[in-house]
Every structure is written in C-alpha cells, then in structure tokens.
Nanobody, 127 residues
Framework: QLQLVESGGGLVQPGGSLRLSCRAS????????IGWFRQAPGKEREWVSC????????NYGDSVKGRFTVSRDNEKNTVYLQMNSLKPEDTAIYYC????????????????????WGQGTQVTVSS
C-alpha cells in the first residue's frame, strides 16, 4: 500500500510563496504519476496540477498556470508544488494523489484516475 504524506502548508500573505511536498512510502516511486488537488471550504475538490512518472510531462489547471510549478525527485520519493504569487482564492486543503503508470508519460486531471491519496495540508492566503 502506497502512503503519501503532504507537508509545507501554512499561512502566507497574498503575493507570497509556499512549497508543498508530497513524500511517498514506496519504491520504485518512478512508476507513479502524481496529481495535486485542492478543496476550499464549501467547494468541490479541484485539480491543480500533475506530473508524469519520470517528470517529463506536467500539466496545470487554468487558475494556477504561470504561478505554480510541479516537479519531482524520484531518488527522494518526493514531488513538489512550488506556489508563487499566491492569492486568497488559493486558500484550500491541498492533496497529492498517485496512480501507478509504469513508464507512461501521461498524467491525469480527474480524481477517479488516482488510486492513492494523502491526508492533505492546509494552505491559507490572507493578510
């Protein structure tokens, strides 16, 4: 059973930055595509970004494109989400999710495509 643990959330002022981490318990980690999702109070979970198993492909939701960057270090079993120019509307619980894909270059933007989920980390953007 793959376990995912997010970290790096917190309180930040508008315009600030945070880097989230998603660390996985299992090797080989490079068989898994990773997605980031977020859920704000009273709203449905929203896809944020994804990265393929090797890191060669990344995709972003329109609301974060140009501000967020996803990356991974497979030797450390960790995926990162660098969030810059944060806005109050970015406030949410952020989750990472994993799907075993082998060497596929695909990544996914639908919740049901993912098999494993972390517990989430809170990000609050407020002055």
């Amino acid at each position: 059973q793959l376990q995912l643990v997010e970290s790096g959330g917190g309180l930040v002022q508008p315009g600030g930055s945070l880097r989230l981490s998603c660390r996985a318990s299992r090797v080989p980690f490079d068989y898994y595509a990773i997605g980031w999702f977020r859920q704000a109070p009273g709203k449905e979970r929203e896809w944020v970004s994804c990265i393929s198993s090797s890191g060669i492909r990344t995709n972003y939701g329109d609301s974060v494109k140009g501000r967020f960057t996803v990356s991974r270090d497979n030797e450390k079993n960790t995926v990162y989400l660098q969030m810059n120019s944060l806005k109050p509307e970015d406030t949410a619980i952020y989750y990472c999710a994993a799907r075993i894909v082998g060497s596929s270059i695909l990544c996914y933007d639908v919740e049901s495509d993912y098999e494993y989920w972390g517990q989430g980390t809170q990000v609050t953007v407020s002055s």
